[in-house]
């Protein structure tokens, strides 16, 4: 955990890779499934092993597993026992491990100079995510302490058994649910961030300002970085800001800019304006750990790594 928080407080901020799911279906595949990207993980685990190595040939410091929208009972209900349930978690951390430790050995002593040794994030979405209702970016549920335990204790234990590094537990909408992530972070020895989906500039999804959430975060010792992702590139130096108030380091990772409609499920055009050049302010202000969620591609983080450089 002391070896996670001290990179996270490194000189030179560290990046994040991108947008898994997204990238998934510009190579062709249908995610359209509860599993979403997670269902690659049993029908075709080599096109999520492509996407992990194009985001660390790109420069990422830090891959994320395609378990986002795994969880227990959704795989029970494709047929898996518990116990295969479990591996497939782990191995979604296996996989990420594989190709990271691939690309590494595959570099130079050249190539590898003023870069870190890639982590691996286990990546935990909310219970709103595994519900695939699009409720992760409302918090429209409620969960008592011990069944959040419950439900997501299983998923970190295998993705910590599967060799992640850490834990991403992100997307969350409710400040019940990312006290009893840190609960588990603490109870299993795990480093990990908390990374918060917002319903605008000073609240997180469900309502809670998020000045409050804040503070609760920076109570907690298990917390390595407090972040947002999977939000408007606009609202992220707002965003930062009020981050930063906690004393933690704060960690973005915003969509490409494009809007969603959820009623066609369809991606408009980009915003105007270059999403690298826009982390410029986000470094600016603060963050130190910056990557890309929706819609976001290998060509955004190659660009993101060109700043930083260029910043150093």
């Known amino acids: 955990m002391a070896l996670v928080s001290s990179l996270f407080r490194h000189a030179r ?20 499934d509860p599993l979403w990207s997670g269902r690659l993980l049993l029908d075709d685990p080599a096109a999520i092993a492509a996407v992990h190595r194009a985001y660390l040939e790109a420069g990422a410091d830090c891959i994320e597993t395609a378990s986002y929208q795994l969880s227990l009972p959704g795989l029970q209900r494709r047929g898996l026992s518990r116990r295969q ?22 570099l130079t002593e050249e190539q590898r ?40 204790g299983p998923r970190m234990r295998a ?17 019940d649910e990312a006290l009893a992530f840190a609960d588990l972070l603490q109870a299993l020895s795990l480093p990990g961030w908390i990374s918060f989906s917002v319903r605008d500039a000073t609240h997180i999804a469900d309502g809670t300002p ?12 298990s ?19 009020c981050l930063r108030r906690g004393g933690l380091p704060v960690i973005v990772y ?8 959820p009623v066609t499920r369809c991606w408009g055009h980009r915003r105007p304006g270059d999403w690298a050049e826009q982390a410029r302010s986000w470094l600016r202000l603060g963050a130190r750990i910056i990557g890309g969620c929706c819609r976001t591609r290998p060509d955004d983080i190659r660009a993101l790594r060109r700043l930083i450089r260029a910043q150093a």
């Open 254 to 261: 915003p969509n490409a800019g494009e809007l969603f409609d």
């Open 113 to 152: 100079r003023n870069r870190i040794r890639p982590l691996v994030a286990g990546s935990l979405g909310p219970y709103g995510a595994c519900r695939a209702d699009g409720s992760e970016y409302t918090g429209r549920y409620t969960l008592s302490r011990s069944r959040y335990l419950a439900f997501h």
């Open 13 to 32: 901020p560290l990046i994040l890779d991108g947008a898994l799911a997204t990238e998934l279906e510009r190579a062709g595949h249908d995610l359209h």
């Open 85 to 106: 349930a479990m591996a497939v978690m782990a191995n979604a951390a296996r996989l990420a491990c594989s190709v990271r430790d691939d690309v590494w050995a595959s």
């Open 159 to 175: 993705l910590a058994a599967g060799g992640a590094d850490l834990i991403a537990c992100e997307t969350v909408p409710r400040l």
């Open 210 to 221: 998020l000045r409050r959430c804040v503070q609760a975060m920076a109570a907690c010792p």
């Open 223 to 241: 917390v390595a970085a407090i972040g947002i992702n999977c939000t408007d590139p606009a609202l992220v130096p707002a965003l930062i800001r």
